[in-house]
Structures are given as structure tokens and as C-alpha cells.
Nanobody
Framework: QVQLVESGGGLVQAGGSLRLSCAAS????????MGWYRQAPGKQRELVAS???????NSADSVKGRFAISRDNAKNTVYLQMNSLKPEDTAVYYC???????????????WGQGTQVTVSS
């Protein structure tokens, strides 16, 4: 099994910052893409940012210039630095990873349990 454990969510005022972390553990051969998604009440889950194993990143237009994704491959951990937070960033943030469990395995998607981020105006 593979587990993704997120941390770092919380309540912050508009304009503030938070840093989310997500550590993967378990039966892992290789972690390929990792990323962060979010889901606000009544809305669909959306991609916030993603990063490949070689460090190529992609992010939603709504967070460009404010959020930065990074990863530490040695620690199987992905981070999301969130600056200049806005009330519309309020959501549950989910970590995602594409993991190969053995050298012969294809990628399988895994999700964290989610962490709440609330931005007050």
C-alpha cells in the first residue's frame, strides 16, 4: 500500500501565507508526477499545481505568481507554498501522486485525505 499524508493547512487572513506538505510512504518503487488539487464546497475538484519527477511544473492560472510547488525526491515529499492568499482559495487541498510500486508496475494514482485551507477576508 501507499499512503500520502498531508499537513500544513489551517486558517489564515487574506494576504497571508501557508505551506502544505505531503509525504508519501509505503511500497514505492518510483514516484512520478505529484500534485495538489483543491475542492471548494459545491465545486468540482480542480488542479492547483503539479510537478514531474524531473522538476517540471504546471499550475492553474488562478494561482500563478502566488503559489509554488516543489518536491524533495529523497523524502518522497511534495510542497505547496501559498502566498498572497485570497478568500477564493478556501478549499480542501488534496495531494496526488502517480506511483509505481515495482519495476514492472504501471503508474497508479494515490490521494491524500485532504487538508482544509480557510482564508478569511
Amino acid at each position: 500500500q501507499v499512503q500520502l499524508v498531508e499537513s500544513g493547512g489551517g486558517l489564515v487572513q487574506a494576504g497571508g501565507s501557508l505551506r502544505l506538505s505531503c509525504a508519501a510512504s509505503g511500497s514505492i518503487f518510483r514516484i512520478n508526477a505529484m500534485g495538489w488539487y483543491r475542492q471548494a464546497p459545491g465545486k468540482q475538484r480542480e488542479l492547483v499545481a503539479s510537478i514531474t519527477s524531473s522538476g517540471n511544473t504546471n499550475s492553474a492560472d488562478s494561482v500563478k505568481g502566488r503559489f509554488a510547488i516543489s518536491r524533495d525526491n529523497a523524502k518522497n515529499t511534495v510542497y505547496l507554498q501559498m502566498n498572497s492568499l485570497k478568500p477564493e482559495d478556501t478549499a480542501v487541498y488534496y495531494c496526488h501522486a502517480d506511483v509505481s510500486r515495482t519495476v514492472f508496475s504501471a503508474n497508479n494514482p494515490y490521494w491524500g485525505q485532504g487538508t482544509q485551507v480557510t482564508v478569511s477576508s
